[in-house]
C-alpha cells in the first residue's frame, strides 16, 4: 500500500477539462502536480479554429465545479438554455427540457471553461502546468514519461513520475502503455456520420439572429444541423450527417452543392450565414466514435480519466460532463483510501465503468432522437405522458433526458428505470393519439409498481 505520491512525482497528462480539473481537485487534497499538454496554451493561442467551440454543461458538471468553488464563476459566462427550439416544416416548436425552470443546460465556450480551470488550479501554488510537450510513451520499468513537442518525436524529454493520470482524450497517446501493462483493452465503436462546425455570426447591431435560450434543433431523419448561443451574439452550428451516401459529407464538395443543400434542408439558416460555403469548406469535418476500455489503471502508477478511459458521441451533451463526474468520483475514492491508491483505482473503475458505458449507449440512441424522434407523433405524445406522470409522480417518474441532464444519479441506473418507465409509456399509449385519452388510473398503478427514483451520487 502506498500514498499518492509517496514514490515520485504527481503528474497528469492533458491539461483539458479533465485534466485541469483533475489537478485542482489533486491540489485540494494538498498534493503537488505536473501538468503537462500538448497544446499551446489557450490563453494566449487561438487553438479552437473550426471544432468543438462550445459545449453543453449540465448539472453534473456544475457539482463538480461547485466542489472546487468555481460554479459561480464559470455560470457568468454561459448561455442557459431551457428547451428545443425545434425547426420543421416551417415552424419553430418549443420543447421544454423540463418541469422546473431550472432545467436548464448551458451553453458555455469551451476555451473559456478551460482557461478557468487553468487559472484556478495554478492559483492554488500547487499546480504547475507544462504546455506543448507531447506524451508518447510510458516506461513503467524506469517509471519515465517521455515528452516531445508534438510531431517532433526525436526532440525528447523525459520526465519521472510516481503516478500518472492520463487525461489526454479520446485518442489518448498512453493508453496503450497503460493496457499493455495491465493486460486491459480497448474498442473503438467509430460512428459512419460525422459533423462539421460552423458559425452563425451576431446581428449587425451585436444581437442574437435566434433566439439564444434554447438549443436550436433541425431534425432531417438521417441528419441534422444544431445551434448554441455564445454570450457574444453568436452560435456554433454543428452538421450531423453520413460520411457517404446521398445526403452526406462525400456530396458536399464544392460552394455550389453546398449553398443548394442548405437552400433545400436549412432555408431559414442559411440567409443568416453570408459565408457559409466559404466556412464549410474551410473548416475540418470531424469524425465520430465511442471508445471503450477495460483496465484503466497500473496499480498505484497510471491511471486513465475522461475521454482517454470512456470517449463517446456528443448527442446527449454528456461528454465534458461525465469526465467531469468522473473526476469528482475519483476525488472521493483517494479521499475514502488515501493509503491504498491502487486499490481507490480499482474502485474507481470497477463502480465507473458500467456507467460510463450506459450513457455511451444513451448517447447513440439521442442522436436518433433528436435527428428524427422530435418530430415522431409516437415520440411527442410518449414526451408529453412523461413530463405529465412527473407533475402527478415526482418521486416515481422523471424523463429520461431529465435524469441524465439535472441530476447526478449513476447512468448505469437512469438507462435501467428509462427502459423500464418506456415500457410504461408504451402501454399506456398503444392505439391513442391524445393524453387526455391515457387512463391515468391504469397509470398511477404502474408508476406505483415503479419504486422510488434512483439515488443521487
Not at 107 to 113: A, Q
Not at 354 to 377: H, K, Q, S, T
Amino acid at each position: 500500500m502506498s500514498e499518492l505520491g509517496a514514490n515520485g512525482p504527481i503528474v497528469v497528462v492533458g491539461g483539458g477539462q479533465a485534466g485541469s480539473l483533475l489537478a485542482l481537485y489533486l491540489a485540494h487534497q494538498g498534493h503537488e502536480v505536473e501538468v503537462y499538454e500538448s497544446r499551446p496554451d489557450l490563453r494566449r493561442v487561438d487553438i479552437d479554429a473550426g471544432r468543438s467551440i462550445n459545449l453543453a454543461l449540465a448539472t453534473r458538471g456544475f457539482v463538480a465545479l461547485g466542489d472546487v468553488g468555481l460554479a459561480e464563476t464559470v455560470d457568468a459566462i454561459t448561455v442557459p438554455m431551457a428547451g428545443r427550439m425545434v425547426h420543421a416544416d416551417g415552424e419553430v416548436t418549443f420543447q421544454p427540457y423540463g418541469l422546473d425552470s431550472d432545467d436548464v443546460i448551458h451553453s458555455v465556450s469551451r476555451s473559456d471553461l478551460n482557461a478557468i480551470l487553468l487559472d484556478a488550479a495554478e492559483a492554488t501554488g500547487r499546480v504547475t502546468t507544462h504546455f506543448e510537450h507531447w506524451c508518447h510513451r510510458i516506461d513503467f520499468d524506469r517509471m519515465v514519461l517521455t515528452f516531445s513537442p508534438f510531431g517532433a518525436i526525436d526532440d525528447v524529454t523525459e520526465v519521472p513520475f510516481g503516478t500518472v493520470f492520463g487525461c489526454d482524450g479520446a485518442n489518448s497517446e498512453i493508453r496503450e502503455d497503460v493496457l499493455r501493462a495491465n493486460g486491459g483493452h480497448r474498442t473503438i465503436e467509430p460512428l459512419d456520420h460525422g459533423y462539421k462546425e460552423l458559425t452563425l455570426p451576431p446581428s449587425a447591431g451585436g444581437g442574437f439572429r435566434i433566439d439564444p435560450h434554447g438549443l436550436h434543433i433541425w431534425p432531417r431523419g438521417e441528419f441534422m444541423l444544431i445551434a448554441l448561443a455564445n454570450p457574444e451574439g453568436d452560435f456554433t452550428v454543428t452538421l450531423f450527417m453520413p460520411n457517404t451516401g446521398p445526403d452526406s459529407f462525400e456530396t458536399l464538395v464544392d460552394a455550389d452543392a453546398i449553398e443548394a443543400f442548405f437552400t433545400k434542408w436549412f432555408p431559414d439558416f442559411a440567409p443568416l450565414v453570408p459565408d457559409l460555403a466559404q466556412q464549410f469548406l474551410t473548416n475540418p469535418t470531424g469524425s465520430l466514435a465511442t471508445v471503450r476500455t477495460t483496465g484503466w489503471s497500473v496499480d498505484d502508477r497510471a491511471l486513465l480519466v475522461g475521454d482517454a478511459a470512456h470517449a463517446i458521441v456528443p448527442f446527449h451533451g454528456q461528454g465534458m460532463n461525465l469526465a467531469m463526474e468522473s473526476c469528482r468520483l475519483l476525488d472521493r475514492e483517494l479521499r475514502r483510501s488515501p493509503d491504498d491508491i491502487a486499490a481507490a483505482f480499482a474502485s474507481f473503475e470497477a463502480n465507473r465503468k458500467p456507467d460510463a458505458d450506459a450513457i455511451a449507449d444513451m448517447a447513440l440512441e439521442n442522436y436518433v432522437e433528436m435527428r428524427a424522434g422530435v418530430i415522431d407523433p409516437a415520440y411527442l405524445l410518449a414526451r408529453e405522458l412523461a413530463l405529465e406522470l412527473e407533475r402527478r409522480h415526482p418521486d416515481r417518474v422523471a424523463a429520461r433526458y431529465g435524469m441524465v441532464m439535472f441530476t447526478t444519479m449513476p447512468y448505469g441506473a437512469v438507462k435501467e428505470r428509462a427502459e423500464r418507465q418506456k415500457e410504461v409509456y408504451t402501454a399506456l399509449t398503444t392505439d391513442i393519439t391524445a393524453l387526455d385519452d391515457v387512463d391515468f388510473e391504469l397509470a398511477a398503478r404502474l408508476v406505483d409498481q415503479l419504486g422510488p427514483l434512483p439515488e443521487w451520487q
